[in-house]
């Protein structure tokens, strides 16, 4: 089970702080991913973070701007969103996918999701 927190509404060039709590089973072979989704959008991938390791990769929109980090005690994954934009705004969600090899940009990939928070950036 996977719980998403930390969205709200920001002015542009502001910052959030988005947490991911995984509760269940874990392991330490698995990848968490955030995606989010905008009105109108497809769901695309923002970041994601192999849980053993700690490696990371990042959108291209969000490179330099996002960071994703994990807390292994915790099993909780953290998205630091600096320098948010209007275009930045969407629902997001945190992901599992236990194939941990890879950081998949497809969310087809991920078998367990949180239920989404809501991030608004105003201009």
């Known amino acids: 089970q996977l719980q998403a927190s930390g969205g709200g509404l920001v002015q542009a060039g502001g910052s959030l702080r988005l947490s991911c709590a995984a509760s269940g089973r874990t392991s330490s072979s698995y990848v968490m991913g955030w995606f989010r989704r905008a009105p109108g959008k497809e769901r695309e991938f923002v970041a994601g973070?192999?849980?053993?390791?700690?490696?990371?990769y990042y959108a291209d929109s969000v490179k330099g701007r996002f960071t994703i980090s994990r807390d292994n005690a915790k099993n909780t994954a953290n998205l630091q969103m600096n320098s948010l934009k209007p275009e930045d705004t969407a629902v997001y969600y945190c992901a599992v996918a236990l194939s941990g090899g890879v950081i998949y940009v497809d969310y087809q990939r991920y078998n367990y999701w949180g239920q989404g928070t809501q991030v608004t950036v105003s201009s």
């Open positions: 973070i192999k849980w053993k390791g700690g490696s990371t």
